[in-house]
C-alpha cells in the first residue's frame, strides 16, 4: 500500500511504514509532481519551479536536475513513482494514493466532511518554496474554504445548528472578510433558537466590513438581518449571562487535534486537566476552548488563577479560590461562610442543575484542586497545571507538546504582521524559538514593534547562545522567569539532577548516563527524571529516554556552574560501555588498551549482542555528539577511542555516515597526539566505512597506509589482518588476482603466528576472491577452512559470515540444496546476533537461491526482507542487489514496468559504488547509458 499526503506536511507511506523524504530540491520537486499527479511536467517547468524562476544556468540547472531526480527515487526506494517521460517527468499514482484526488472525489460524491478529514494543516507547510506556496498552494487553501461552505449549506440548520456555532464562530475569526461563514453563522444561532447573538453576531460582522473595506454586508446577509428584526422573541426577560472568561486571543494558532479532545472530554462529563511546560500556552488553550464550547453551557463561565506558578506568590489557599467562586456566581458576601467544608457545600449547591464551564488555571496540585470540581455533571471543567494530575481522579489528562512546524511557523507570521517571511526564514526562526509559544510571541512581537529589524537580524540574535533567552522577554512576560518558578519547586536532589542535565553534550539521557553526569546513584537519577517530567520541566520521548526542551536547558546550562569534571565522568560512561558493547558483539577482536573509566561509575550489563545493539542504536546520536565534543575541547584521548571502539557497531547497524564522521574527527585526534599505534587502527576503521561507501580508491588508501603503520611498528600479525581487508577491497574492485595474492599473504602470515582471532575474515576474502576467478571448489575448500577456525576460537559471527558466503560458490556449482542449507544456517545465526548488515547480506543469498531454482515467491520474499532488515542503514551493496534480484523477478513474472524501475533504483546504487555491474544492468534495461 502506498500513500503520498499533501493536505498538510508532506508524507511518503509505504507498506505501513513513513518514507522520509530529503528536504530542499527533493522534497519540492515531489511536491510539484504530486499536484499534477499523471500528468507530464516538462523539465523546464521544473527547473523553474525548484530554481523559482533564477536559475544561474538552464543547462546546468537541467542536469542538477537529473541529480535531484536519482536522489528523490533513491529517498523513496519502494514508494518510488516518479516516471520518466518525454521531456520531462511525472508522478505515476495508483488509485487511492494521494489524499488530493481522494479529497476531489469525495466532494464530488457530496461527502463533504469525510473531505475535509483528509486536511491535516496547510498543504505542503514542510516545502520551501514561496512560488509554489503562492500558485499553488493558496489556492487550494481557497478550495478548502468553499468545500467547507458547502458542507454547511449542506448540513440540516435545524437539527445540528448549535454542534455548527463554536466551529462558525472560529472560522468567522479566522477569515472575518469572507461573508458566506457568517451567513452560515447566522443561520446556525438562529436555528438554536439564539436570536440576540445572532443580531450581535451581525453587528460585529458590519463593523469589521465597514472598517477594513468600507463595504456595508452583501444582500444575503441584508436579508438575515432584516429576518431576525423582524422575528418576535416572546418577550421573554433578558437574563444577564455570568462570563468571568479572560479574552479569547484572536490569533490563537492551532491545537485542532487537543480542542476535539477536549470537546470529547465535554460529552463523557469528565474533568479535563491540561499540563505542558512552561511557555506551552495552557492558559490561552483553556480560555480558547471554554470559549469555543461555551454554547453549549448557557448558565455560566468562569475562570479563577490559582497562582500554582506565580512569580513572587504562594499557590492560592483552596479556601480563597471558593470565595472567589462564590463571588463570581453572584453569592453576596455576607453569604459566603467561613470554613473550608461549608465553602465546598455552598459552591457545590449553588453549580447544581447548572450547565457552565469552568476554568481553573494554573493549579499547583491535585490537592489545591479536588475541592474546587462542582457535582454537577452538567459542567465542564477546564484545569491546567505545569504539574501533571495523577492524583485528579475522575479526570482526562491532556499534555500540550509545543506546537509543530508550520503551526508555529503560522502564529510567528500573524504576530510579526510580516506576511512577506518565506518558509525556510519562519522555520530557522520557530527552530529558534524551540516551537514554544510564549518564546514564538515574544520573538514575533519584538520583530513586529521593531521596523528597522529584519528576520536574519533577529535569527542572528537567538543564535547567539549565550544571549537567546534575554530575546524571549517583555513586560512581565519572560520565558526565563517561567523556568525557574518551577525550578524553585524542586528539591536540591532534584536541582542538582536538573543542572546537570544542563551539561549534557547529546540529546537525551538515560538513569545511567543521568548518574555519570550528576554523581548520583542510578536508581535515584531514575526516580528524579521521573519526578522532573510530571512537573514539566523533563520530556519522556521513549520509555527510560529523558530529555530537556532546548530552551529549557539553556536554562540548565544558565543555573549550573561549569563542571568539567562531570562531562569527562559522562565521556569515561560512555567509553566502557561501547567498550563492553564492542566486546559482546565481537567477543574474539583484539583491541588496544583504552582509558581505564572511574570504578564507581554505573554501567547497563549486558553479555550478548542483542542488548548491546539496542543501547548502541539508543545511545549512537549521543555518542556522536560526544566525540565530536571531545574533540573541540582538547579530550583527544576520548576522540579517537570511542570511534576505535564503534566501527564494528557502524558495520553491525551499516550506519556508514556515523562511522565515517566518527573516524574522521579521530583521525585528527591521533594526529594531534603523535600517536601512531593509535593512528593506524583509526585509518583501518576509517578505510572500512569508506569500503562499505563504495568508496574504495580512498579505502584502499587508508588501508595501505595503516599497513605501513603498522608494519614500522613491528606489529606484523595487525599487519597480516590489514592484508586481509586490502584484499577484500581489491575483489570489490574486480582485482581479483592482486587481491587474492595480499589475502593469502596475510592469511599465511596469522596462521605462522598462531593468532586465530582474525585469519577467518582473511581467508573468507581470499575465497571470495577465488569464486570470482571461477575457481569454486577451491573457494569452497578455504570457505570449509575459515569454518574450521571460526568454530575453533568460537567465533559465531566468523562462522556465519563463512557459512553465508560459502553458499555462493556452492551455488555456482549447481549445489543449491547445500548453498541453501549453508546460508539459512547463517541467517538463523546473524539475526540471533542482531547483524542487521549480515543478516541483509544472507537473506539477500538465501533470496537469489530461491530465484536460481524458480521459487519467485520465496525469493521475493527474502528481498524485501533484505529491505526491510536494514531499512534506513547507509550500507548500499546489500541494497543493490537485493533491488536487482527483485527486478529479475518482476521481469520473469511478466511485469517489466516494475522491474525497469527496481532496476534502475539498482543502477543508481551500483553507480555510487563505481561498480560494473551498473552497466550489465543498464544493458537489461536497455537504457543507453
Not at 528523490?72 to 517521460?85: C, D, K, P, S, Y
Not at 480558547?288 to 499557590?315: K, N, V
Amino acid at each position: 500500500m502506498i500513500r503520498f499526503n499533501v493536505l498538510g506536511p508532506l508524507e511518503v507511506w509505504h507498506g505501513g511504514r513513513r518514507v522520509p523524504v530529503p528536504a530542499g530540491r527533493a522534497r519540492l520537486l515531489l511536491a510539484v509532481l504530486l499536484l499534477r499527479a499523471n500528468q507530464p511536467v516538462s523539465a523546464d517547468e521544473l527547473v523553474d519551479r525548484l530554481w523559482d524562476g533564477e536559475a544561474p544556468n538552464p543547462d546546468r540547472a537541467k542536469a542538477t536536475l537529473q541529480m535531484v531526480v536519482r536522489r528523490l527515487r533513491q529517498a523513496l526506494g519502494e514508494a518510488n513513482v516518479v516516471r520518466t517521460t518525454t521531456g520531462g517527468y511525472l508522478a505515476d499514482l495508483p488509485p487511492g494514493a494521494l489524499d488530493l484526488r481522494e479529497f476531489r472525489d469525495l466532494v464530488a460524491e457530496g461527502r463533504f466532511a469525510e473531505a475535509l478529514e483528509l486536511w491535516r494543516g496547510t498543504p505542503l507547510s514542510d516545502v520551501a518554496s514561496d512560488s509554489l506556496h503562492r500558485d499553488e498552494v493558496e489556492p487550494l487553501l481557497e478550495e478548502r474554504l468553499g468545500v467547507l461552505e458547502r458542507r454547511f449549506d449542506a448540513e440540516p440548520a435545524a437539527g445540528l445548528g448549535p454542534d455548527l456555532v463554536a466551529e462558525l464562530r472560529s472560522l468567522t475569526k479566522q477569515h472575518p472578510l469572507r461573508e458566506r461563514f457568517w451567513a452560515q453563522l447566522l443561520t446556525a444561532l438562529r436555528a438554536s433558537g439564539r436570536r440576540a447573538e445572532a443580531l450581535t453576531a451581525y453587528l460585529e460582522m458590519r463593523a469589521v466590513l465597514t472598517a477594513e473595506l468600507g463595504v456595508e454586508p452583501g444582500p444575503e446577509l441584508r436579508a438575515l438581518h432584516a429576518e431576525l428584526l423582524a422575528e418576535d422573541d416572546g418577550g421573554a426577560p433578558a437574563v444577564r449571562l455570568r462570563d468571568h472568561l479572560p479574552r479569547d486571543l484572536p490569533d490563537f494558532t492551532g491545537r485542532a487535534e487537543e480542542l476535539a479532545t477536549v470537546a470529547r472530554v465535554a460529552e463523557r462529563g469528565l474533568v479535563c486537566a491540561v499540563d505542558g511546560m512552561a511557555g506551552v500556552g495552557k492558559t490561552a488553550f483553556a480560555v480558547h476552548a471554554a470559549h469555543l464550547l461555551a454554547d453549549r453551557y448557557p448558565d455560566g463561565r468562569f475562570y479563577i488563577d490559582l497562582h500554582g506558578y506565580t512569580e513572587g506568590r504562594q499557590p492560592r489557599e483552596t479556601r480563597d479560590a471558593l470565595a472567589v467562586l462564590l463571588y463570581s456566581l453572584g453569592v453576596p458576601r455576607e453569604r459566603v461562610p467561613v470554613g473550608l467544608d461549608e465553602r465546598v457545600a455552598l459552591w457545590r449547591s449553588e453549580m447544581a442543575g447548572l450547565r457552565a464551564v469552568v476554568v481553573l488555571d494554573n493549579a499547583f496540585d491535585a490537592v489545591q484542586v479536588r475541592a474546587l470540581l462542582p457535582s454537577a455533571p452538567g459542567c465542564l471543567v477546564i484545569v491546567t497545571s505545569r504539574r501533571r494530575l495523577v492524583g485528579l481522579d475522575g479526570s482526562h489528562a491532556l499534555s500540550l507538546p509545543v506546537l509543530p512546524g508550520p503551526v508555529a511557523a503560522d502564529l510567528f507570521r500573524q504576530v510579526a504582521g510580516r506576511s512577506t517571511l518565506d518558509a525556510a526564514t519562519l522555520a530557522r526562526l520557530v527552530e529558534l524559538c524551540g516551537h514554544l509559544p510564549l518564546a514564538i510571541r515574544l520573538a514575533a512581537a519584538r520583530l513586529n514593534h521593531r521596523a528597522a529589524w529584519t528576520a536574519e537580524y533577529l535569527i542572528d540574535r537567538m543564535r547567539d547562545e549565550r544571549r537567546r533567552l534575554r530575546e524571549f522577554a517583555a513586560d512581565d512576560r519572560d520565558v526565563a522567569s517561567a523556568f525557574a518558578v518551577s525550578y524553585r519547586t524542586l528539591d536540591d536532589v532534584q536541582r542538582r539532577v536538573f543542572r546537570a542535565l544542563g551539561r549534557h553534550v547529546g540529546e537525551d539521557v538515560d538513569r545511567y548516563s543521568g548518574a555519570a553526569l550528576s554523581g548520583l546513584p542510578a536508581d535515584v537519577v531514575d526516580d528524579v527524571l521521573g519526578a522532573l517530567v510530571e512537573v514539566n520541566l523533563v520530556e519522556e520521548p521513549r520509555q527510560g529516554r529523558f530529555r530537556l526542551h532546548d530552551l529549557v536547558r539553556h536554562y540548565a546550562q544558565e543555573t549550573a556552574e561549569p563542571d568539567d569534571a562531570a562531562v569527562v565522568r559522562l565521556l569515561d560512561y560512555y567509553l566502557a560501555v561501547v567498550k563492553a558493547g564492542d566486546e559482546a558483539l565481537y567477543p574474539n577482536r583484539a583491541r588496544l588498551p583504552v582509558r581505564e573509566p572511574d570504578a564507581s561509575l554505573e554501567l547497563p550489563g549486558f553479555t550478548t549482542a542483542g542488548p548491546a545493539v539496542e543501547w548502541f542504536e539508543a545511545e549512537r546520536e549521543n555518542i556522536a555528539a560526544a566525540v565530536g565534543h571531545a574533540a573541540r575541547h582538547g579530550l583527544d584521548e576520548h576522540a579517537w577511542q570511542l570511534p576505535y571502539l564503534l566501527w564494528g557497531f557502524y558495520y553491525h547497524g551499516g550506519h556508514v555516515s556515523d562511522w565515517i564522521s566518527t573516524h574522521e574527527t579521530a583521525l585528527a585526534a591521533t594526529e594531534r597526539l603523535g600517536d601512531d599505534r593509535a593512528r593506524a587502527r583509526v585509518l583501518s576503521g576509517l578505510a572500512g566505512g569508506y569500503w562499505a561507501s563504495g568508496r574504495n580508491e580512498e579505502a584502499l588508501s587508508q588501508f595501505r597506509e595503516a599497513y605501513d603503520l603498522m608494519e614500522a611498528d613491528g606489529d606484523h600479525v595487525t599487519a597480516a589482518v590489514l592484508l586481509g581487508n586490502i584484499c577484500a577491497c581489491l575483489d570489490h574492485m574486480g582485482r581479483h588476482e592482486e587481491a587474492l595474492e595480499h589475502g593469502e599473504r596475510g592469511a599465511r602470515i596469522q596462521m605462522e603466528k598462531g593468532q586465530l582471532a582474525n585469519v577467518t575474515l582473511t581467508l573468507c576474502n581470499v575465497a571470495s576472491s577465488l569464486m570470482k576467478l571461477g575457481r569454486h571448489e577451491e573457494s569452497i575448500e578455504r570457505y570449509r577452512e575459515a569454518i574450521a577456525v571460526s568454530v575453533q576460537v568460537r567465533d559465531e559471527h566468523a562462522e556465519a559470515a563463512a557459512f553465508m558466503e560459502m553458499a555462493q560458490p556452492l551455488s555456482a556449482l549447481g549445489r543449491e540444496d547445500e548453498a541453501l542449507a549453508a546460508a539459512m544456517k547463517a541467517l538463523a545465526v546473524l539475526e540471533r546476533l542482531a547483524d542487521a548488515t549480515g543478516t541483509a547480506e544472507a537473506a539477500t543469498i538465501v533470496a537469489e537461491i530461491h530465484r536460481k531454482e524458480g521459487r519467485l515467491d520465496e525469493a521475493l520474499d527474502y528481498f524485501r526482507r533484505t529491505l526491510g532488515t536494514l531499512d534506513q542503514a547507509t550500507i548500499p551493496w546489500s541494497h543493490a542487489a537485493a533491488l536487482a534480484g527483485m527486478a529479475d523477478v518482476f521481469d520473469r513474472r511478466g511485469d517489466r514496468a516494475t522491474a525497469v524501475e527496481h532496476w534502475k533504483r539498482a543502477i543508481d546504487l551500483y553507480e555510487r559504488l563505481d561498480s560494473d555491474r551498473a552497466e550489465e544492468l543498464r544493458a537489461r534495461v536497455g537504457q543507453d547509458g
